[in-house]
């Protein structure tokens, strides 16, 4: 498609510029048919009517001021936009951007998002714009970048770190004043995105002085007995007795069968004088979930040392998100607004492994971001300046232990029934940190007359830079269960004292089956993961320019045209890209109130390449294997021995004080820059205050990141790598169709003194990909883009529909009403969502496979579905999730105490039906397995906020 796309653009900019440069006679300025303002007059206006009132506007992520609204309903550039009524109407539940993004269209969802075993969880939502990868979307906050690049689709490790975020900063929308999604037709002054935008502009000072204070809180007990405000809905033959006994396990395994929330928001804002305004804000999520630390089953151990309170004992997870967030503001004259802001959004993720007691670890995410904004209206229009520093991590960091060890029960180390072991420890000390410095200068310029249009030019250059790195931060040893505890002989035991205890236990243990160690244990081998780190520096510059056209043909109209073009660059791939982009808008010259826009778009958008795949391809070589024979020698000594071991049977090599140096099993090497091609046609049509708009999407993805093994693509073997060692490529590819259909309008409807707001939207999204993300490890079929068998059809594995972020039809339907009466002013916000029915890809066959045992035993007999005429490929088949419909409901009131302190209430209800809509556990399912682990969503669940505000 790209030769074809690039020509289309070439064409369609030819023609652009020759019907522009053409000129009627005596036509010096621009006409407009039925008395209407042209574009750029209604721009000018604006921007008059913003600098004399000394506020240039919220400055948007471009770095313009409101005037670029018009450009996004023009042309149909949004999903849709959040507004500070909104977001103050709607149920906010964590607070989080991603969970409020669910009332616009062609926005999807992780299908582990909401379900119903993990309602204690506090993460922002992933989501999809457009079909694209949740972590090629670009999150914006007052036009600077946080975009969490380190490793967004990566899951927690033992070894390798905190699961990942692709949004960087976990903001409470409680500090905005709206979000906008860009999802098709989308200005080249954004970049480094494939999917689409969300711009989130902070609040301004409004008010002399005021303040805002408020509490909200939620719970949930799985108990039928407990008082809940929170259902919980178990899919299936689930046992509720053990989910309420459920243990603390990896990261994407916990549940919640208790939690209790709590969100805590506070603001304070001054607007000093017509030059200078300033606002604070503080709020805090925090969700509380305790979990037993053993497993209650009866395969356990049982051995005098196995102490009573280990199928009952429970600590206490902690989820924590905290936003301090200042912002200033000051006008040195009436042309120049300097803006200050500064965030910092931490978010910590207490946890403990099973089978540990008092040993915690966290993921410690989030970070800093801090911005200086000049706007400058000068002779030529308007300058931007934004200059910006931002850090963020995703990091382990540990709580009351520094190794990890798994012991045999003994009378010392009497707390664990993880298996036959007790624990100490629990994840490793890792950081992984990005620092990005940047400055952007946007250039707006007035429009001018060329012939009989009108153009309005836009230029922008950005540079930057990025440093990025990941290290263990201290020395960690890790004993793991796989035989490493070694049974002690009564010489042993003498020398297992003083320093040595640490890695020694002279107590009697007791090992499975009822076996004796009489002398006790000592650890024979562990790995050490030295304190060290790999980092990478990144230096990346963009620029661009654009130029908005209106061309008005008298009685006929008028037509719009944006014609821009984006080039990128950087040190870390040492690629440069340059992304044409063209938007074309027709207005029929009908009056406003029923005017009729057709849209049309051809754009590429390239998106980011990540920092993990150059940071992983250098963890093996960290860590190192340590063997000992005896309980009295010291692990540092062997180490700096330097005498290698040989073979993998340390005790029978012939050294038993040896290491095991580790090669890498990821080789890193120079990657394309993945990119879309878009197509999109629209049209939109107003009634009076009603607006109704249609528009398709047809995406390509081409040069996306996967992650395969060597012998599959064919790489020779390398002595510096293990024998099959990883690498990435850029394989990747997907298409995409989507339709959108939605209905608005921007004021109130008021009848009987209630003052209704509505919107309606419906899409359709179609979506085939041959990867999942970059960190699932491609099989060779899909490599090689073999022929499957998906519901009875031979097609190309590529053709094969996506497993995740993707409902083929979503229904949403938004109202707000208020009214008053007396001094309480009473508001009512439902939200109506139904999701269509999902066919969860599952495999039924494995090319090849031979069944000849099932005659005689039926576990080896294909699954129901299986084709033997296709026995030469993989077989797939759907199963079908049915569809989900849910209610969510606010009600809400304030009451003006005294003297504009108004005391306010809200009451949400979420899946007010409490309807169960089945979804899929896992969030990176893959449609590998024959019975995807399907759960319900959360049932009907209860929120209640109290606040005082003036």
Same mark, same amino acid.
């Given at each position: 498609?790209?030769?074809?796309?690039?020509?289309?653009?070439?064409?369609?900019?030819?023609?652009?510029?020759?019907?522009?440069?053409?000129?009627?006679?005596?036509?010096?300025?621009?006409?407009?048919?039925?008395?209407?303002?042209?574009?750029?007059?209604?721009?000018?206006?604006?921007?008059?009517?913003?600098?004399?009132?000394?506020?240039?506007?919220?400055?948007?992520?471009?770095?313009?001021?409101?005037?670029?609204?018009?450009?996004?309903?023009?042309?149909?550039?949004?999903?849709?936009?959040?507004?500070?009524?909104?977001?103050?109407?709607?149920?906010?539940?964590?607070?989080?951007?991603?969970?409020?993004?669910?009332?616009?269209?062609?926005?999807?969802?992780?299908?582990?998002?909401?379900?119903?075993?993990?309602?204690?969880?506090?993460?922002?939502?992933?989501?999809?714009?457009?079909?694209?990868?949740?972590?090629?979307?670009?999150?914006?906050?007052?036009?600077?970048?946080?975009?969490?690049?380190?490793?967004?689709?990566?899951?927690?490790?033992?070894?390798?770190?905190?699961?990942?975020?692709?949004?960087?900063?976990?903001?409470?929308?409680?500090?905005?004043?709206?979000?906008?999604?860009?999802?098709?037709?989308?200005? =080249?002054?954004?970049?480094?995105?494939?999917?689409?935008?969300?711009?989130?502009?902070?609040?301004?000072?409004?008010?002399?002085?005021?303040?805002?204070?408020?509490?909200?809180?939620?719970?949930?007990?799985?108990?039928?007995?407990? @008082?809940?405000?929170?259902?919980?809905?178990?899919?299936?033959?689930?046992?509720?007795?053990?989910?309420?006994?459920?243990?603390?396990?990896?990261?994407?395994?916990?549940?919640?069968?208790? @939690?209790?929330?709590?969100?805590?928001?506070?603001?304070?804002?001054?607007?000093?004088?017509?030059?200078?305004?300033?606002?604070?804000?503080?709020?805090?999520?925090?969700?509380?979930?305790?979990?037993?630390?053993?497993?209650?089953?009866?395969?356990?151990?049982?051995?005098?040392?196995?102490?009573?309170?280990?199928?009952?004992?429970?600590?206490?997870?902690?989820?924590?998100?905290?936003?301090?967030?200042?912002?200033?503001?000051?006008?040195?004259?009436?042309?120049?607004?300097?803006?200050?802001?500064?965030?910092?959004?931490?978010?910590?993720?207490?946890?403990?492994?099973?089978?540990?007691?008092?040993?915690?670890?966290?993921?410690?995410?989030?970070?800093?971001? =801090?911005?200086?904004?000049?706007?400058?209206?000068?002779? *030529?229009?308007?300058?931007?300046?934004?200059?910006?520093?931002?850090?963020?991590?995703?990091?382990?960091?540990?709580?009351?232990?520094?190794?990890?060890?798994?012991?045999?029960?003994?009378?010392?180390?009497?707390?664990?029934?993880?298996?036959?072991?007790?624990?100490?420890?629990?994840?490793?000390?890792?950081?992984?940190?990005?620092?990005?410095?940047?400055?952007?200068?946007?250039?707006?310029?007035?429009? @001018?007359?060329?012939?009989?249009?009108?153009?309005?030019?836009?230029?922008?250059?950005?540079?930057?830079?990025?440093?990025?790195?990941?290290?263990?931060?201290?020395?960690?040893?890790? *004993?793991?269960?796989?035989?490493?505890?070694?049974?002690?002989?009564?010489?042993?035991?003498?020398?297992?004292?003083?320093?040595?205890?640490?890695?020694?236990?002279?107590?009697?243990?007791?090992?499975?089956?009822?076996?004796?160690?009489?002398?006790?244990?000592?650890?024979?081998?562990?790995?050490?993961?030295?304190?060290?780190?790999?980092?990478?520096?990144?230096?990346?510059?963009?620029?661009?320019?654009?130029?908005?056209?209106?061309?008005?043909?008298?009685?006929?109209?008028?037509?719009?045209?944006?014609?821009?073009?984006?080039?990128?660059?950087?040190?870390?791939?040492?690629?440069?890209?340059?992304?044409?982009?063209?938007?074309?808008?027709?207005?029929?010259?009908?009056?406003?109130?029923?005017?009729?826009?057709?849209?049309?778009?051809?754009?590429?958008?390239?998106?980011?390449?990540?920092?993990?795949?150059?940071?992983?391809?250098?963890?093996?070589?960290?860590?190192?294997?340590?063997?000992?024979?005896?309980?009295?020698?010291?692990?540092?000594?062997?180490?700096?021995?330097?005498?290698?071991?040989?073979?993998?049977?340390?005790?029978?090599?012939?050294?038993?004080?040896?290491?095991?140096?580790?090669?890498?099993?990821?080789?890193?090497?120079?990657?394309? =820059?993945?990119?879309?091609?878009?197509?999109?046609?629209?049209?939109?049509?107003?009634?009076?205050?009603?607006?109704?708009?249609?528009?398709?999407?047809?995406?390509?993805?081409?040069?996306?990141?996967?992650?395969?093994?060597?012998?599959?693509?064919?790489?020779?073997?390398?002595?510096?790598?293990?024998?099959?060692?990883?690498?990435?490529?850029?394989?990747?590819?997907?298409?995409?169709?989507?339709? =959108?259909?939605?209905?608005?309008?921007?004021?109130?409807?008021?009848?009987?003194?209630?003052?209704?707001?509505?919107?309606?939207?419906?899409?359709?999204?179609?979506?085939?990909?041959?990867?999942?993300?970059?960190?699932?490890?491609?099989?060779?079929?899909?490599?090689?883009?073999?022929?499957?068998?998906?519901?009875?059809?031979?097609?190309?594995?590529?053709?094969?529909?996506?497993?995740?972020?993707?409902?083929?039809?979503?229904?949403?339907?938004?109202?707000?009403?208020?009214?008053?009466?007396?001094?309480?002013?009473?508001?009512?916000?439902?939200? @109506?969502?139904?999701?269509?029915?999902?066919?969860?890809?599952?495999?039924?066959?494995? *090319?090849?496979?031979?069944?000849?045992?099932?005659?005689?035993?039926?576990?080896?007999?294909?699954?129901?579905?299986?084709?033997?005429?296709?026995?030469?490929?993989?077989?797939?088949?759907?199963?079908?999730?049915?569809?989900?419909?849910?209610?969510?409901?606010?009600?809400?009131?304030?009451?003006?105490?005294?003297?504009?302190?108004?005391?306010?209430?809200?009451?949400?209800?979420?899946?007010?039906?409490?309807?169960?809509?089945?979804?899929?556990?896992?969030?990176?399912?893959?449609?590998?397995?024959?019975?995807?682990?399907?759960?319900?969503?959360?049932?009907?669940?209860?929120?209640?906020?109290?606040?005082?505000?003036?």
């Amino acid at each position: 498609m790209s030769s074809v796309f690039r020509n289309l653009l070439i064409a369609l900019c030819l023609s652009h510029y020759l019907l522009s440069a053409q000129s009627p006679p005596n036509q010096s300025s621009i006409s407009v048919p039925n008395n209407q303002e042209s574009d750029s007059q209604t721009k000018a206006k604006h921007l008059e009517q913003e600098l004399q009132a000394k506020d240039l506007g919220k400055i948007v992520a471009t770095g313009t001021s409101d005037i670029d609204t018009s450009q996004i309903k023009k042309y149909q550039s949004s999903a849709g936009k959040i507004s500070t009524q909104m977001l103050e109407s709607s149920p906010s539940g964590n607070g989080d951007i991603g969970s409020i993004l669910r009332i616009l269209p062609n926005v999807q969802f992780d299908n582990a998002q909401n379900r119903s075993t993990t309602p204690g969880e506090i993460d922002p939502a992933r989501i999809s714009i457009s079909g694209g990868l949740h972590y090629q979307n670009n999150f914006q906050l007052d036009g600077m970048n946080m975009n969490n690049d380190l490793d967004p689709a990566g899951s927690a490790d033992w070894l390798g770190g905190a699961p990942g975020r692709s949004q960087g900063l976990a903001v409470d929308t409680s500090l905005l004043d709206s979000i906008t999604v860009l999802d098709s037709n989308v200005s =080249v002054a954004y970049g480094g995105f494939s999917g689409g935008v969300v711009e989130a502009s902070t609040r301004k000072p409004s008010k002399k002085i005021g303040a805002n204070i408020s509490y909200q809180f939620t719970q949930g007990n799985a108990d039928p007995k407990a @008082f809940s405000m929170t259902n919980y809905h178990l899919y299936g033959n689930a046992s509720l007795e053990g989910f309420l006994d459920s243990v603390s396990q990896s990261y994407n395994d916990n549940n919640s069968p208790i @939690f209790t929330k709590h969100l805590i928001r506070a603001s304070l804002e001054s607007k000093i004088n017509d030059k200078f305004g300033i606002i604070a804000s503080f709020a805090t999520t925090q969700s509380f979930i305790p979990l037993r630390y053993n497993s209650n089953i009866s395969t356990s151990q049982a051995t005098p040392v196995d102490p009573k309170d280990a199928s009952t004992y429970k600590q206490t997870q902690k989820r924590q998100i905290y936003n301090y967030f200042l912002k200033g503001y000051y006008d040195p004259n009436d042309s120049v607004r300097l803006e200050f802001s500064y965030t910092y959004a931490p978010q910590f993720d207490y946890r403990f492994m099973s089978g540990t007691r008092g040993d915690f670890f966290s993921f410690d995410s989030g970070g800093h971001q =801090v911005g200086l904004k000049t706007t400058w209206q000068n002779s *030529a229009g308007i300058l931007t300046n934004a200059l910006s520093y931002s850090f963020l991590e995703n990091s382990t960091l540990l709580h009351g232990f520094e190794h990890t060890k798994y012991w045999i029960p003994s009378s010392s180390k009497n707390w664990g029934r993880f298996s036959v072991f007790a624990r100490e420890g629990g994840y490793a000390p890792t950081a992984s940190t990005q620092h990005t410095l940047s400055n952007k200068i946007i250039q707006d310029f007035n429009a @001018f007359d060329l012939g009989f249009a009108s153009h309005t030019f836009s230029a922008g250059l950005e540079i930057g830079y990025q440093y990025a790195q990941f290290g263990y931060t201290q020395d960690y040893f890790f *004993a793991r269960n796989n035989g490493n505890q070694k049974q002690m002989s009564q010489a042993q035991q003498s020398l297992c004292s003083g320093p040595f205890l640490e890695w020694c236990d002279p107590q009697k243990a007791y090992y499975s089956n009822g076996v004796e160690w009489t002398y006790g244990q000592y650890f024979g081998h562990l790995e050490l993961y030295r304190k060290a780190n790999v980092d990478l520096h990144n230096a990346l510059a963009s620029a661009w320019l654009e130029d908005d056209i209106a061309i008005p043909l008298s009685k006929a109209g008028e037509i719009n045209t944006r014609l821009g073009v984006r080039l990128d660059t950087d040190s870390y791939m040492g690629k440069s890209t340059v992304a044409p982009r063209f938007s074309l808008n027709y207005i029929t010259p009908a009056p406003k109130e029923f005017a009729t826009q057709i849209t049309f778009g051809a754009n590429r958008y390239y998106g980011r390449n990540l920092f993990a795949y150059a940071l992983k391809a250098k963890q093996n070589s960290m860590s190192v294997g340590i063997a000992r024979d005896s309980p009295n020698k010291d692990w540092y000594e062997i180490l700096h021995s330097g005498v290698q071991c040989v073979g993998s049977n340390y005790n029978n090599s012939g050294k038993t004080d040896c290491i095991t140096t580790y090669k890498n099993d990821i080789k890193f090497s120079k990657l394309k =820059v993945p990119y879309t091609d878009e197509l999109m046609g629209g049209i939109s049509q107003n009634i009076y205050e009603i607006r109704m708009q249609a528009k398709y999407i047809y995406r390509q993805g081409r040069d996306d990141i996967r992650y395969v093994r060597s012998d599959y693509v064919g790489l020779s073997q390398d002595p510096n790598y293990t024998n099959t060692y990883y690498t990435y490529t850029n394989e990747g590819k997907s298409t995409t169709n989507i339709i =959108v259909l939605s209905l608005s309008h921007d004021r109130a409807l008021e009848f009987f003194g209630i003052k209704n707001y509505a919107s309606f939207n419906v899409d359709w999204t179609n979506v085939e990909r041959n990867f999942v993300d970059y960190s699932e490890s491609a099989s060779l079929s899909q490599i090689q883009d073999d022929d499957i068998l998906w519901e009875g059809k031979v097609v190309a594995y590529s053709q094969r529909p996506a497993s995740n972020f993707v409902r083929p039809f979503t229904l949403r339907l938004s109202t707000t009403h208020s009214f008053n009466i007396g001094r309480f002013r009473w508001l009512w916000n439902n939200f @109506f969502r139904y999701r269509s029915s999902h066919k969860a890809v599952a495999k039924i066959h494995t *090319a090849g496979t031979n069944y000849d045992r099932c005659a005689t035993n039926a576990r080896w007999c294909p699954t129901q579905g299986y084709n033997p005429a296709h026995n030469d490929k993989d077989q797939f088949i759907a199963r079908i999730l049915k569809g989900a419909f849910t209610w969510d409901m606010r009600l809400g009131f304030e009451v003006n105490v005294w003297n504009q302190n108004t005391l306010f209430v809200n009451v949400d209800i979420y899946n007010v039906l409490n309807a169960k809509n089945p979804t899929i556990a896992t969030t990176n399912y893959t449609g590998t397995n024959s019975s995807p682990t399907i759960v319900y969503e959360v049932g009907r669940q209860f929120w209640v906020q109290v606040g005082y505000k003036f």
